[in-house]
């Protein structure tokens, strides 16, 4: 049996030892790795560079040694400078209001200890398994859901991934598997691809579902050697990307969705709704606009998960129902992402409306 969820044990952020670095603004020719090491880990460094006064902020130096500021060079640069309301600042950046301890947000909103059959292997859903690859991402989202998520205790890629691969070969009804994390795209191609490989080689696995936000935050991730081995892959191949907002989609993202789309991966897209970052319907509708434009689908528009932490970025569900029915009357319907709240202990995503 796994240990419960300790809200005094801080979660392993990165697999990493990249803190204390020294910060060295990225160019075209660093590999993504390189761009990874040297992203933004100070509020001070990041602050600076968007020409914000360090003492006019409010962010906390506490919740960063909780939770810490990760951010890479390629995002930042998508960030209006001087402008404290960006909404792809507030996505990132540390504040003090993540100390506050909220009435009904907890530690594990969506019930992933309950759903864990072996470390790092979550069978919630009939049909398909999710396995948490990493602790490790390539940014730091102040909303996330697994920011006191315990890796250290439910690793999935203990032996080499044994454990979880026999679990996948020996339960014959489940025909998808979902690879998240923190983020799979932050493991080396060597470890992803070896994964890929012998999960796809099981029969009954037919769809393979990468859920991930490196695209996006790191396009440079998307490289010709990831893009040569994720094509041969023997199955039905689904990347979920994780877009809040229309302005984190530059042409560097719009090259590698581009080149995704190229080889046969249905793009999908989910969202979470987030006060301050896109709770308009003009915020929703240039988001789905933008989306299709760059041949990925809008899925989900995700209720806030109600982690400890995270409270000042809710809207409510009544507001996100308007919100929705707002966007119907501009837009056409295969642009329009369902609503929906993921609920501990639910067989599926819950409709909300």
Not at 33 to 61: C, G, M, V, W
Not at 140 to 169: E, G, M, Q, T, V
Not at 175 to 189: C, Q, R, T
């Amino acid at each position: 049996m796994l240990n419960r969820y300790n809200p005094t044990k801080l979660p392993i952020i990165t697999e990493m030892s990249m803190k204390n670095q020294p910060l060295i603004k990225t160019d075209s020719k660093q590999s993504w790795q390189k761009q990874l090491a040297n992203a933004y880990r100070q509020p001070n460094d990041l602050l600076k560079a968007l020409d914000l006064p360090i003492d006019a902020t409010h962010f906390s130096e506490q919740i960063c040694q909780q939770f810490s500021l990760l951010a890479p060079q390629a995002y930042v640069d998508k960030i209006e400078k001087g402008n404290w309301h960006d909404p792809l600042l507030r996505q990132i950046l540390p504040l003090n209001d993540e100390m506050q301890i909220v009435d009904g947000f907890h530690f594990d909103p969506v019930g992933d200890a309950e759903a864990m059959v072996g470390e790092g292997v979550l069978h919630k859903y009939q049909g398909r398994v999710l396995l948490v690859t990493t602790g490790a991402c390539a940014i730091h989202c102040r909303y996330c859901f697994r920011r006191h998520f315990p890796y250290a205790d439910a690793n999935a890629a203990k032996d080499n991934w044994a454990k979880s691969l026999i679990y996948l070969a020996e339960n014959k009804r489940i025909e998808e598997v979902i690879l998240s994390g923190g983020d799979p795209l932050v493991l080396s191609d060597q470890k992803l691809q070896n994964l890929c490989e012998q999960i796809t080689a099981i029969p009954h696995v037919k769809r393979l579902r990468i859920h991930t936000r490196l695209p996006i935050v790191l396009p440079d991730r998307i490289n010709q050697d990831f893009l040569q081995w994720f094509e041969k892959l023997d199955c039905q191949k689904i990347i979920v990307l994780h877009v809040n907002h229309a302005q984190e989609l530059g042409v560097d993202v719009s090259k590698v969705l581009s080149d995704l789309f190229a080889i046969n991966t249905l793009l999908l897209n989910q969202s979470v709704l987030l006060r301050g970052v896109n709770d308009s319907v003009l915020a929703l509708s240039q988001l789905s606009e933008s989306l299709v434009e760059n041949q990925v689908m809008p899925y989900y528009l995700h209720l806030l998960d109600r982690v400890q932490g995270a409270a000042h970025f809710e809207v409510s569900s009544k507001e996100a129902t308007m919100l929705i029915r707002q966007l119907r009357q501009q837009l056409p319907g295969y642009m329009i992402p369902k609503l929906v709240q993921e609920i501990a202990g639910q067989p599926s995503k819950q409709p909300v409306e």
